[in-house]
C-alpha cells in the first residue's frame, strides 16, 4: 500500500473475478494508502459485500520490513549517524503507516484477525508471475527496489507450491540502481522507471562497461552492486547489463533444478 495500491478479488477457484488499480479511478499517480476506490469496484463487480470476503490478503509484511531496513542502516550508523538517523526514523513512521493500515483493513473485513493475512513482497510478485503462467514447474526471479526490506529472491514452482531458494540482500538491488538513474534524469522515483525504461531502448549501450562493473555477480551468482561506483553514470545502458548479470546468474539456478522456464517479476 505504499505506492500504486491496487485491489484484486479471487473466487474459490483461484481465477480472479475484477482487478484494478486506485490511481486508475483516480486518475493520479500520486496516491498511497488503502485502496477504497479499488476495494469498493471489486466488490461491486462480484455483487458481493465485505462479509462475503473469507480471507484479505496484504502484499507485504510491515515488522519484517521494518527489522531488514534497521538492520541494514545499524551497519552505515557510524559512518553517517545523521543520515541513519532520519532513515530510521522514516522507517519508522512507514512502519506506523503500514500498520495502521493493516488495522483498518482489519476493521473493513469484520474486526476477526485472521481473515486479515500479510504475506512476504516477493512471494506476492512471485506468484503473481508463476500462478499467472502456464508452466507446471519453473525457476522464479522476482527483483524490485526493495520490497518488504529485500532487492529480490530467486524461487521454484512445482504445481501449486511455492520454493524460496535464495534471498538477495538490499543494497543489491537492481531496481534501487534502476531508480537513482531515474532521479539523475530528472525524473520522480517509484513512478517514472518504466518510462526511464522505455527511453532507454532507443539508446546505445555506450556505458554497458559502467553498468557492468557496478553490478558485478555475487558469489551465490545473483546480483551484487559494487558500492565504490556511484557517479558519472546514464541509464541507456542499464537494463541490457542488468539483464545480462542478472540471465547468467540465474542460469545456475535453471541448470541445478532441471530446468527451462523463467517467469521474471518485480517493482521498482
Ligand atoms: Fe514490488
Same mark, same amino acid.
Given at each position: 500500500?505504499?505506492?500504486?495500491?491496487?485491489?484484486?478479488?479471487?473466487d474459490?477457484?483461484?481465477a480472479?473475478?475484477?482487478?484494478?488499480?486506485?490511481?486508475?479511478?483516480g486518475?493520479?499517480?500520486?496516491?498511497?494508502?488503502?485502496?477504497?476506490?479499488?476495494?469498493?469496484?471489486?466488490?461491486?463487480?462480484?455483487?458481493?459485500?465485505?462479509?462475503?470476503?473469507?480471507?484479505?490478503?496484504?502484499?507485504?509484511?510491515?515488522?519484517?520490513?521494518?527489522?531488514?531496513?534497521?538492520?541494514?542502516?545499524?551497519?552505515?550508523?557510524?559512518?553517517?549517524?545523521?543520515?541513519?538517523?532520519?532513515?530510521f526514523?522514516?522507517? %519508522? +513512521? $512507514?512502519?506506523? /503507516?503500514?500498520?495502521?493500515? =493493516?488495522? #483498518?483493513?482489519?476493521?473493513?473485513?469484520? &474486526?476477526?484477525?485472521?481473515?486479515?493475512?500479510?504475506?512476504?513482497?516477493?512471494?506476492?510478485?512471485?506468484?503473481?508471475?508463476y500462478?499467472?503462467?502456464?508452466?507446471?514447474?519453473?525457476?522464479?526471479?522476482?527483483?524490485?527496489?526493495?520490497?518488504?526490506?529485500?532487492?529480490?529472491?530467486?524461487? %521454484? +514452482? $512445482?504445481?501449486? /507450491?511455492?520454493?524460496?531458494? =535464495?534471498? #538477495?540482500?538490499?543494497?543489491?538491488?537492481? &531496481?534501487?540502481?534502476?531508480?537513482?538513474?531515474?532521479?539523475?534524469?530528472?525524473?520522480?522515483?517509484?513512478?517514472?522507471?518504466?518510462?526511464?525504461?522505455?527511453?532507454?531502448?532507443?539508446?546505445?549501450?555506450?556505458?554497458?562497461d559502467?553498468?557492468?562493473?557496478?553490478?558485478?555477480?555475487?558469489?551465490? +551468482?545473483?546480483?551484487?552492486?559494487?558500492?565504490?561506483? =556511484?557517479?558519472?553514470?546514464?541509464?541507456?545502458?542499464?537494463?541490457?547489463?542488468?539483464?545480462?548479470?542478472?540471465?547468467?546468474?540465474?542460469r545456475?539456478?535453471?541448470?541445478?533444478?532441471?530446468?527451462?522456464?523463467?517467469?521474471?517479476?518485480?517493482?521498482?
Amino acid at each position: 500500500m505504499g505506492h500504486d495500491p491496487a485491489a484484486a478479488l479471487i473466487d474459490d477457484q483461484g481465477a480472479i473475478v475484477a482487478a484494478i488499480e486506485e490511481g486508475k479511478l483516480g486518475r493520479t499517480r500520486s496516491f498511497g494508502g488503502i485502496p477504497r476506490g479499488a476495494i469498493r469496484f471489486c466488490l461491486e463487480r462480484a455483487r458481493i459485500r465485505w462479509q462475503e470476503v473469507e480471507r484479505v490478503a496484504i502484499a507485504s509484511q510491515p515488522g519484517r520490513a521494518f527489522f531488514r531496513k534497521a538492520l541494514f542502516r545499524a551497519r552505515l550508523a557510524p559512518l553517517a549517524p545523521i543520515s541513519s538517523a532520519y532513515y530510521f526514523n522514516k522507517a %519508522l +513512521g $512507514e512502519l506506523g /503507516r503500514e500498520l495502521n493500515n =493493516s488495522r #483498518i483493513l482489519q476493521e473493513l473485513a469484520g &474486526g476477526a484477525a485472521d481473515r486479515v493475512i500479510n504475506y512476504d513482497h516477493h512471494l506476492c510478485h512471485a506468484a503473481s508471475a508463476y500462478f499467472g503462467s502456464r508452466f507446471e514447474k519453473s525457476l522464479i526471479v522476482s527483483l524490485d527496489n526493495q520490497g518488504d526490506g529485500r532487492a529480490g529472491i530467486v524461487g %521454484l +514452482g $512445482e504445481r501449486t /507450491r511455492l520454493r524460496e531458494l =535464495s534471498s #538477495i540482500p538490499f543494497p543489491n538491488s537492481l &531496481g534501487w540502481l534502476f531508480t537513482q538513474i531515474t532521479s539523475l534524469l530528472g525524473f520522480s522515483t517509484s513512478a517514472s522507471e518504466h518510462k526511464t525504461q522505455w527511453l532507454s531502448l532507443s539508446g546505445e549501450p555506450v556505458f554497458a562497461d559502467i553498468f557492468m562493473e557496478m553490478l558485478r555477480r555475487g558469489p551465490k +551468482g545473483v546480483p551484487h552492486l559494487n558500492k565504490n561506483i =556511484s557517479n558519472g553514470t546514464s541509464g541507456e545502458s542499464f537494463p541490457s547489463a542488468g539483464s545480462s548479470i542478472a540471465g547468467s546468474g540465474f542460469r545456475r539456478y535453471l541448470s541445478s533444478n532441471s530446468l527451462r522456464k523463467t517467469p521474471t517479476t518485480g517493482c521498482a
